[in-house]
């Protein structure tokens, strides 16, 4: 809070702010008209079926998607044509994909002080050490010097987040960060994401994993079609939901 | 049924390994027959025409002249110098090929891949033009069609009255080196050295710190331009070029570039660049979008996407074809023949043989040198494709 009011920043003032946005893929329109004012510290759990839109949503907000229509502001910078806010952005927006994404050719102490040391300029040095305290956070110091292919997929999930930490973001999206992974790893990455949620992290999550949401989640979003169809907390969510397409949903994926 | 029932021999051919042995014997068998029916055959052949065969062949006096030759050379040399002669001839146009089609190929690799409509397509119609045309085609394009209609000496193009161009090839101004100078020329290779050892250690700085080297690029410039012009000075080195001139119907003095090396030149480098363009997209084409996005996601600008992330997992893929690339390259610079380069081929196999009538031994030591220089190529490239590959569980 107080690096916010340093930096005369407003903390209740929405940090992503998405106004009317609209996207296409040729004729398919696959964002209509979303509106999502997402204020600091606030963890979001993006659900619904699949080709609702949610991935692209979170792509649209590092610009890894570019939006056709309408405006996207995080952190106080527009996402627009100018190559330089997309990369202010990115530098404060961490993202953590459904397949890790992790450099192959890298190690995972590289993998973690790659952008650190060629986008914020740390000293090498610096950044190792900064990628240790991640590395021990997500509880696997002692990989430090295997290739990701050497990994776990749970392993390598937790190195992908501590990798995204290592540029310290405001923000982190996480795209599915379970679904490519056996059950009995899924718990090992949950837990890390629990304890950044406690720590305070503003988190944007697409995951199916209910329970999770429950936990951590101050609002939930179900997409449908492009459209942002229900918006609740966990609770309203859960329990009575409006839209009967949320209520269907969740009995899909809650009978079991 | 039981196999211990089953006679020894039946047995032994049903057990895969032993069955293996068998052929594989067999087959040693039928190569060393063959070979030696070959041998044995060319020997008495050669004997019955009364051809004699051995090596002393290589110190007689050749009696030919050559039109290239990089080593000293005259009619009064012998064939083992026209051995010489030749292999130097393939190999500078071979270098100068590999070096020039590798550049041009990765830039037309990665332009082809680029977002800019008029440059990929541009790229794409260079490669999809120069990879469907015969090689030998197109070195008669630039031996003839190019080179061959230049003026005669007298109406040479020039440029700045000391580079000309015309039908007999391109003359460059050379510099006629004093001692002065050739210590300045030694001082300037010292100092490139000096050069790559800062690059190298700018680059471990950057890795470490984060930043390069203060003032790292003037650094660098005044050590390559400074030392070497103090040097000058102090050896009170004169630097005179020989520019070309024209003497009778032709020019003299300088450095001449036949128009045989520039055309095989141009045609080895433009032909086999437009297969490296394909091997360099199919390289970048082959790293996971997952990968650029990651990198992109963190902040990183595209071109150190590019160069961190991308072109160092694409390189795993690029470099076998690489390879083939090369030794194609090197192979195909044998064609030189038919336009009269003096190549290994023209002068050792061609002009030599014709004149020893030693052909088995021409032909094997031709053969020879062709792949000793492929293999150590591919030797070199699994070296350093075995020092990018990635490790795996």
Known sequence: MEKMVREGKDPTSPVIKLNGVNKWYGSFHVLRDINLDVVRGEKIVICGPSGSGKSTLIRCINALEEHQEGQIIVDGTELNRDLKNIEKVRREVGMVFQQFNLFPHLTVLENCTLAPVWV????????????MEYLERVRIPDQADKFPGQLSGGQQQRVAIARSLCMNPEIMLFDEPTSALDPEMIKEVLDVMVEL???????????????????????????????????ATPDIFFNSPESERTKEFLGQILSH | MDNKRQPMLVRLWRDPVWRAIFFQVLLILAVVAMVGWVVNNTLSNLEQRGISTGFDFLSQSAGFGIIQTLVEYDESH??????????????????????????LGFLMGVARLSSNWMLSKLASVYIEIFRNIPLLLQIFFW??????????????FSLFDAIFLNVRGISLPWPILDSGM???AWTLLACCVAVLVLIFFNKQHRKNTGRPVPYIKAIMVSIVVLIPMMTGFLADARLQ?????????????????????????????????????????????????????????????????????????????????????????????????AIGYPDLVSVFAGTTLNQTGQAVEVIAMTMAVYLTISLTVSVLMNLYNRWVSLVER
Not at chain 1, 120 to 131: H, L, M, P, S, Y
Not at chain 2, 143 to 156: E, K, W
Not at chain 2, 269 to 276: E, V
């Open chain 2, 182 to 184: 050739v210590m300045v």
């Open chain 1, 120 to 131: 914020r300029k740390t000293a090498k040095k610096e950044a190792e050490k900064t990628a």
């Open chain 1, 197 to 231: 949620a406690n720590e305070g992290m503003t988190m944007i999550c697409v995951t199916h994993e209910m329970g999770f949401a429950k936990t951590v989640a101050d609002r939930m979003i179900f997409m449908d079609q492009g459209q942002i169809v229900e918006e």
């Open chain 2, 143 to 156: 031996y003839f069609a190019v080179l061959g209609i230049l003026p005669s000496p007298r109406q040479s």
């Open chain 2, 241 to 337: 070029w020989e520019i070309p001139a024209l003497r009778g119907f032709n020019f003299s003095g300088g450095l001449v570039v036949l128009p045989e090396l520039a055309a095989l030149w141009f045609a080895l480098t433009i032909y086999t660049a437009a297969f490296i363009a394909e091997v360099v997209r199919s390289g970048i084409e082959s790293v996971n979008k997952g990968q650029k996005e990651a990198a992109a996601a963190l902040g990183l600008k595209p071109r150190r996407v590019l160069s961190l992330v991308v072109i160092p997992q694409a390189m795993r893929v690029i470099i076998p074809p690489l390879t083939n690339q090369y030794l194609n390259l090197i192979k195909n610079s044998s064609l030189a023949t």
């Open chain 2, 78 to 103: 012998s064939f083992g110098r026209t051995f010489l002669v030749g292999l130097l001839n393939t190999l500078l146009v071979s270098f100068l090929g590999v070096i020039f089609a590798t550049v």
